[in-house]
């Protein structure tokens, strides 16, 4: 599908007017002047969120079966509900992003992730609670970046 917009569908005449008298950008100006304090931090926090993002699909799941004795099978029902976040979280972190901004959101949605992962390392947590906390802290790592 991908291929068949990128090659067959033409591009509006608004954007090729307005690409056409750009000269085009070199990758590298990211990294000059005004913008490397910006690519910078973005590059180390999207680091860290996408880090963050992987601990909580592969490692999350071991430690919930090994520390907190979650049967094996409870697992895929976990990684379910962390997929169905995946899904729907982008959706409602543009409805947010939209009504108080997208840094404003990123902020929070960092720190909700970070309530998130005190509660599974230092609370007594139930299955049912695991599941809740398992759709919610997916939508944190699927809104990035906040452009």
Not at 110 to 116: D, E, S
Not at 128 to 134: F, H
Not at 136 to 147: F, G, I, L, Q
């Amino acid at each position: 599908m991908v291929w068949f917009i990128r090659r067959l569908v033409p591009e509006s005449p608004v954007f090729s007017s307005t690409s056409q008298s750009k000269k085009p950008n070199k990758i590298t100006e990211i990294f000059q002047g005004k913008h490397r304090r910006i690519t910078v931090t973005a590059t180390i926090l999207s680091g860290g969120i996408f880090g963050g993002a992987y601990i909580m699909i592969t490692w999350l799941p071991t430690y919930l079966r090994m520390e907190l004795g979650l049967p094996v099978v409870s697992m895929s029902g976990y990684l379910a509900i962390n997929i169905l976040g995946s899904l729907l979280g982008p959706f409602i972190y543009g409805r947010l992003s939209d009504k108080f901004g997208r840094w404003k959101t990123v902020i929070f949605f960092l720190l909700c992730q970070m309530i998130v992962v005190s509660v599974y390392m230092f609370a007594n947590v139930s299955m049912d609670i695991t599941l809740v906390l398992g759709f919610s802290s997916a939508h944190y790592k699927a809104d990035w970046p906040p452009v």
